[in-house]
């Protein structure tokens, strides 16, 4: 049985095999299987935090999916959701460049991929819903997911992350017709400043912020690695500096933002459409903080691996 709460925070979206390069110690080049997917370590940030959090995703029965369930259950993740099959499990082979991360999809007939609307689960009430990555890309996943977007949108607070692969998109023409229905749909858009180049190929954050914030959009957040966050609101816009940190690579790093984002905005009453409209800079200040220690502390570590609560005890106030 799955246990509920109308305070679940439900992860859509993709979960895959990261193989990260790693050296033996006769110097040989080997990959690590490592569980992944940007909506995956979202879901995992959220829940190693101590949120009431599940995985809504195509998972395989293959050795892979195993592993991606058995990450779930260890990090306290609701995987009860997933449609799970024989088909594969998505693999993504990630190259590391001064500790940049870049990726080669392997995704054809994958169980994430081959997801379609008539699939959808009976979901229950839900605090938020979290979208984004490569889920949104493919067919026929990328329909599902938009069709479960617009479907929860009345009555649930919708978070976004494009978090674009452009290297995995092959008709970019339907992706940015998605991605303006999905901008459309979202209470809290973040997109990091590669996302922004991309999406708009030269327009500033503030115009790309404001032309979201004209709409639905309560809460638009531009990451800037080690510059920090812009943020920006109907009532204006403030920055985040990001902590020091001594960067091990950027893989997850995005992806735990969201989790600490969405735990930080949770922990403060604000993941409520109706509460992020009328927020003031200072009530969202101490989440989007939060999520920026978080994210320090994975690109501190090898691989996308968030810290757990506990983990924060020592550095956070209460």
């Known amino acids: 049985s799955i246990a509920v709460s109308a305070s679940m925070i439900l992860c859509c979206g993709e979960a895959l095999i990261d193989m990260l390069p790693r050296k033996l110690a006769d110097g040989s080049n080997v990959f690590l299987p490592c569980a992944g997917g940007a ?15 599940a995985l809504f995703s195509g998972l395989s029965t293959d050795m892979f999916g195993e592993q ?14 997933a449609l799970r099959s024989s088909r ?8 590391l460049s001064d500790g940049e991360a870049r990726y080669v999809f392997y995704d054809e007939n994958s169980a994430g991929r081959m997801i379609e609307p008539g699939q959808l689960p009976q979901l229950p009430s839900i605090a938020a819903a979290h979208f984004g990555a490569i889920s949104l890309i493919g067919e026929p996943c990328g329909t599902t997911y938009e069709a479960l977007a617009a479907d929860l949108s009345a009555s649930t607070t919708i978070s976004l992350d494009p978090n674009i692969r452009p290297g995995f998109v092959q008709d970019e023409a339907s992706y940015r017709e998605r991605l303006g229905r999905m901008f459309d749909l979202a209470d809290i858009i973040k997109v990091s400043v590669d996302d922004l180049e991309w999406l708009t190929q030269g327009q500033s954050a503030e115009a790309f912020a404001n032309s979201q914030l004209s709409g639905r959009c309560s809460l638009v ?34 992806d735990s933002f969201n989790g600490g984002l969405l ?27 939060r999520a920026m220690q978080i994210a320090a502390i994975t690109v501190s570590r090898a691989g996308a691996n968030p810290p757990w609560a506990h983990e924060l005890a020592t550095t956070e106030t209460p």
Not at 68 to 81: H, I, K, P, Q
Request: one cysteine or more; glycine letters at 12%.
């Open 221 to 254: 957040v531009v990451t800037r690695g080690s510059d920090g966050a812009s943020v920006f609101m109907k009532g204006g816009s403030f920055h985040c500096d990001a902590p020091e940190t001594t960067v091990a690579d950027t893989v997850g790093a995005g």
């Open 68 to 81: 991606l369930v058995d990450a779930l259950t260890s990090a306290c993740v609701n995987s009860g959701f």
């Open 263 to 289: 735990s930080g905005l949770r922990q403060s009453g604000m993941l409520h459409r109706e509460k992020l409209d009328a927020a003031s800079f200072d009530d969202i200040r101490p989440a989007v903080n």
């Open 39 to 53: 909506v995956f370590n979202t879901a995992i940030t959220l829940g190693r935090l101590g949120e009431n959090v």
């Open 88 to 95: 594969p499990t998505t693999v993504a082979f990630v190259q």
